[in-house]
Each structure stands twice: as C-alpha cells, then as structure tokens.
C-alpha cells in the first residue's frame, strides 16, 4: 500500500478553497443567470412584442435560437451558483456577457441594430465588469506576503 505525500491534504484544500464563491459572486450569479433566461424565453415565447421593443426581426428563428441559448446559459449559471462552482461560473459569465455586450455595441454604433441595443450593452457590459471587480478582490486577497 502507498502512503499519499504530506503536501496532498493541503493542495486538496487550496485548490477548492480557490473554487469557493463569495456571498456577492453568488448573488451576482443567480441574479445573471435569471436576467438571462428571462431574457432568452422573451423572444422565444412572444417574438412579436419582442420586435417591437428591438426592432424588425428578419429571421425569427434565428433570434429564437439564440433566446434558448440564453435561457441555456442562464440556467447553468444558476445551477454551477448553487454548486458554488467558483472557477467555471465565472468563467461562462464574463464570456458570455463580454460576447454580447461587444456585439450589441459594435453593431448599435454602425446603426445595423436599434439603438435600443446600446442599452443591451450596456447590461452586459456592467455584468462582466462587475464579475471582473469580484475575481480582482478574490485574487488581491488570495496575495500572501512572503517572509524571507
């Protein structure tokens, strides 16, 4: 039988204490997550009042895809929040939110899309930045000053 090495109790333990989520990291999670299904079942459930608040909407099913992608992604936010999943939550949520806040904006700028949609950018845009704030305290308060 092979006896574990000393140090493996400890790595164990730094490596899900480094996966832990603050109280505000969960919060800021559920909250996401439920602004994006919220968001994703709007068009897939009633696209014509969601034309009208967003503008004409050309390929109905294409907006309806990405609404359920939406919906997808919020319900995985949510449920790695309740699993206090520290590293993949983030991770999916800054991607998320810096994707469509980028592409809201970009396109709202060339007047491709309604300006409603500078808005919409907004809200992603304020979403990833707020999860950057967190994970830079998590990380600032990770620092130990080393004693030669």
């Known amino acids: 039988m092979t006896k574990a090495p000393a140090n493996s109790t400890m790595q164990t333990t730094a490596t899900s204490a480094a996966a832990e989520m603050s109280e505000a ?3 800021l999670g559920l909250v996401h997550g439920a602004a994006y299904v919220a968001m994703g079942l709007w068009p897939t459930l009633n696209l014509r009042s969601f034309a009208r608040a967003t503008g004409p909407k050309p390929e109905g099913w ?7 992608l939406l919906v997808s992604i919020g ?9 206090r999943e520290g590293k993949s939550v983030p991770t999916l949520a800054v991607g998320a939110a810096s994707a469509l806040g980028s592409v809201a904006l970009f396109y709202s700028a060339k007047r491709r899309i309604s300006p409603v ?32």
């Open 25 to 27: 990291e969960q919060t």
């Open 75 to 83: 319900v995985t936010l949510i449920r790695g929040t309740r699993n």
């Open 62 to 68: 294409l907006v309806k895809a990405v609404g359920l």
């Open 117 to 148: 949609y500078f808005a919409d950018a907004a809200f992603h845009l304020g979403l990833a930045s707020t999860w950057g704030v967190l994970l830079a305290r998590k990380a600032m308060g990770k620092r130990r000053v080393r004693v030669a």
